[in-house]
């Protein structure tokens, strides 16, 4: 029944594959067991097929898997590629996690002011979505990632690995909580999704919870699930994606936890590359004034600590310069 729901919300044919992966997988454990009985001289029930038949179609679903892990295998050496162009350009990569129909994609559209499909349905959401967006003075990629969901069979988890592995390369993390759910509920999916989350590796980047749906809740209950998530981080803001509550609050702890900034004065002289270098200074920074004199253009603005480098060596290199207050 998973496999069916899977099928329907797969957008890419990243999605396809990994369905399809863990499809075979599901029918590669089934298939062992009808070898296992042939070679006993049982009947498989197999549609009548015997031992032999039961071999060459058991190899078949191996060699079929085998196919299907070189085409998953090149998709993530593009995401790895992807990736490291991302840092290479000093941007950084916020991952939105939790259960399913927590509210993760009604959160991503919000944030980056897309259309992307919502329901309460699970799973609808079963291929990592990147958009650019700036918080701050911060160009952030912001991914909604597939949701989490009890008991899910082993074979399926590694099908969709490569999508999960996302999440263990982000900066950041906001871990999405439905306020909605029963108390016991709560503390249940909050263990599940923190562990799951430290087994993808991350456990020295922030992970902000987002109790979601406080519109639907009293303040009381709010502090109750305060506390359950406090054992774990101190990063905890109650919001409503739906309706856009707190979600100030949330891009500036967001914000804070990102990184150090630094206030900069620069001057720019005239030349070819000057309106590339307030671009690339509007781009990278958040640019607070902007002044023209007879000599160049003097620029404050405020600059991510992770490119004050690369905008430097570009401002001394036209015979400019940078000071910082």
């Known amino acids: 029944m998973i496999l069916r729901i899977f099928l329907l919300h797969a957008p890419s044919q990243e ?28 009947q498989p029930g197999f549609s009548g097929l015997g031992a032999y038949e039961v071999d060459i179609y ?23 590629l992807h990736r490291a162009m991302r840092k290479k350009k000093g941007y950084k990569t916020i991952s939105i996690t939790g259960y399913t129909c927590s509210g993760k994609t009604t959160l991503f559209n919000l944030l980056t002011n897309s259309c992307e499909k919502v329901g309460e349905e699970p799973f609808t959401t079963l291929s ?15 991914s909604d990632t597939i949701g989490f969901i009890s008991d899910l069979p082993p074979f399926m988890i590694h099908a969709f690995r490569s999508t999960l592995e996302e999440i263990s390369f982000s900066d950041l993390v906001i871990l999405m909580i439905d306020g909605s759910d029963t108390i016991e509920e709560i503390a249940t999916k909050f263990r599940t999704s923190y562990n799951l989350l430290i087994e993808l590796g991350v456990i020295n980047k922030p992970i902000v919870v987002a ?33 856009g509550t707190n979600i100030n609050e949330i891009l500036r702890l967001i914000e804070q936890l990102l990184g150090e900034v630094l206030k900069a004065r620069i001057f720019i002289p005239y030349s070819s590359a000057l309106y590339s270098l307030i671009d690339l200074v509007k781009r990278e920074g958040e640019v607070i004034n902007i002044q023209n004199n007879s000599e160049g253009i003097a620029i404050e603005a405020l600059i991510p600590n992770d ?10 290199a036209v015979g400019g310069f940078l000071e910082y207050d």
């Not at 639907?216 to 774990?232: T, V």
């Not at 490119?307 to 401002?315: G, L, P, T």
């Open 15 to 42: 999605a396809k594959l990994q369905i399809k992966l863990a499809s075979l997988r599901y029918e590669l454990a089934r298939a062992k067991e009808k070898v296992r009985l042939a070679k006993m001289g049982e």
């Open 58 to 80: 058991y190899n078949e679903i191996k060699m079929r898997i085998s196919k299907i892990l070189e085409r998953i295998s090149e998709v993530r050496k593009r995401r790895s």
């Open 128 to 142: 990592t979505k990147f958009k650019l967006i700036k918080i701050g003075p911060w160009k952030v990629y912001l």
């Open 211 to 243: 109790i979601n749906k406080i519109d639907l809740i009293d303040e009381g209950k709010i502090e109750k699930i305060k506390e359950i998530i406090q054992e774990r981080t101190p990063y905890v803001v109650p919001i409503s994606a739906r309706f």
């Open 307 to 316: 490119f004050n480098e690369i905008v430097k060596k570009r401002v001394t």
